[in-house]
């Protein structure tokens, strides 16, 4: 048989050497045949091996038909991977951290998708929606469905909600005050008839942004929401720089002799209460108590503020801050 047939057939793979198995086996039956008295074992030998062999081929068309198809899929799966990649998708994992997802196939590392930018979701317009668990959650609406990118608690709205104003400008006193009345307790607010839901701590932002203004035209909106300030259910929602801003402008004349004196001394002993304020707790109860003192005396020594009809408050404080 020439030597290059051979070749060629085993580089076939197993069905090249399958059919050089039948050329053979043929060569063998085809020798015998001739003979004057074939033996009929060995036919029989030759018919079994050639049975194999034809066997042996089928299989092997069949193993290269589904090693074929294997490629072509290989090839569509490389190419739907490509075309992933090219669709420039982001993403983030399941904390919400942005995370690139990369594949790697055929000693070629694939990016799927790149981490989602800082700066992606800036121009991505969001809207709330109240949900009844006292949180919203925001939301962008598509033409084809609404997706969540998450909630916002009710207080963490009512914390922000300074940011929210116009930047234009600053707010005038008159404007705080409006703003301050509108978020105060009814107990604390009884100057006017307003209805609306509470909100303390919005009172006492707009408040001690009024009480900080330089304008002296605003002093009688600064008296009135200092006397706000002090009542307890604001007082103990001020923040460290909200009572220095209370008790400097108690200090700067805002409120009339006594009445400053007494109020300051309350804002000391609210002050003296916080847990942050451990360090200056006992400086702030001594102040206290040194405010009132001072109250006593002039409450004593000025007989006008003795009428206690006229000034029935300024009696029970006085009564009230009587050592014991």
């Given at each position: 048989?020439?030597?290059?047939?051979?070749?060629?057939?085993?580089?076939?793979?197993?069905?090249?050497?399958?059919?050089?198995?039948?050329?053979?086996?043929?060569?063998?039956?085809?020798?015998?045949?001739?003979?004057?008295?074939?033996?009929?074992?060995?036919?029989?030998?030759?018919?079994?091996?050639?049975?194999?062999?034809?066997?042996?081929?089928?299989?092997?068309?069949?193993?290269?038909?589904?090693?074929?198809?294997?490629?072509?899929?290989?090839?569509?799966?490389?190419?739907?991977?490509?075309?992933?990649?090219?669709?420039?998708?982001?993403?983030?994992?399941?904390?919400?951290?942005?995370?690139?997802?990369?594949?790697?196939?055929?000693?070629?590392?694939?990016?799927?998708?790149?981490?989602?930018?800082?700066?992606?979701?800036?121009?991505?317009?969001?809207?709330?929606?109240?949900?009844?668990?006292?949180?919203?959650?925001?939301?962008?609406?598509?033409?084809?469905?609404?997706?969540?990118?998450?909630?916002?608690?009710?207080?963490?709205?009512?914390?922000?909600?300074?940011?929210?104003?116009?930047?234009?400008?600053?707010?005038?006193?008159?404007?705080?005050?409006?703003?301050?009345?509108?978020?105060?307790?009814?107990?604390?607010?009884?100057?006017?008839?307003?209805?609306?839901?509470?909100?303390?701590?919005?009172?006492?932002?707009?408040?001690?942004?009024?009480?900080?203004?330089?304008?002296?035209?605003?002093?009688?909106?600064?008296?009135?929401?200092?006397?706000l300030l002090i009542q307890?259910?604001?007082?103990?929602?001020?923040?460290?720089?909200?009572?220095?801003?209370?008790?400097?402008?108690?200090?700067?004349?805002?409120?009339?002799?006594?009445?400053?004196k007494y109020e300051l001394?309350?804002?000391?002993?609210?002050?003296?209460?916080?847990?942050?304020?451990?360090?200056?707790?006992?400086?702030?109860?001594?102040?206290?108590?040194?405010?009132?003192?001072?109250?006593?005396?002039?409450?004593?020594?000025?007989?006008?503020?003795?009428?206690?009809?006229?000034?029935?408050?300024?009696?029970?404080?006085?009564?009230?801050?009587?050592?014991?």
């Open positions: 048989m020439d030597i290059n047939l051979i070749t060629k057939l085993a580089a076939a793979g197993a069905m090249g050497v399958s059919i050089f198995c039948i050329i053979k086996v043929y060569e063998l039956l085809k020798a015998e045949q001739k003979k004057d008295n074939p033996r009929p074992t060995f036919l029989k030998s030759i018919y079994v091996s050639m049975a194999f062999a034809v066997l042996m081929t089928v299989l092997s068309l069949g193993i290269e038909i589904v090693r074929h198809n294997i490629d072509a899929s290989d090839e569509n799966i490389e190419d739907q991977i490509s075309a992933i990649a090219t669709n420039h998708y982001y993403s983030l994992n399941k904390n919400g951290n942005p995370e690139a997802i990369k594949l790697s196939y055929n000693n070629t590392l694939h990016t799927l998708s790149e981490a989602l930018p800082d700066s992606c979701l800036k121009n991505c317009e969001l809207k709330l929606e109240a949900l009844s668990d006292n949180k919203h959650i925001a939301v962008k609406k598509t033409a084809q469905k609404t997706i969540t990118f998450g909630y916002v608690s009710n207080a963490e709205i009512k914390t922000k909600a300074l940011s929210f104003l116009p930047k234009r400008k600053a707010l005038s006193a008159p404007e705080l005050w409006t703003l301050g009345m509108a978020y105060s307790p009814n107990n604390t607010s009884n100057i006017i008839k307003y209805k609306q839901n509470e909100d303390k701590a919005l009172a006492v932002e707009y408040f001690s942004m009024l009480i900080q203004l330089d304008d002296k035209e605003s002093n009688t909106n600064k008296e009135k929401a200092i006397k307890p259910e604001l007082m103990s929602r001020l923040k460290p720089n909200q009572y220095t801003s209370l008790i400097k402008a108690l200090k700067s004349g805002h409120r009339a002799t006594p009445w400053d001394a309350q804002v000391y002993l609210s002050r003296s209460w916080q847990t942050w304020n451990k360090d200056n707790s006992n400086t702030d109860f001594n102040n206290y108590q040194q405010l009132l003192a001072d109250y006593r005396k002039y409450y004593e020594n000025n007989s006008w503020i003795r009428d206690t009809v006229k000034y029935a408050n300024e009696h029970k404080w006085y009564q009230e801050s009587k050592p014991l």
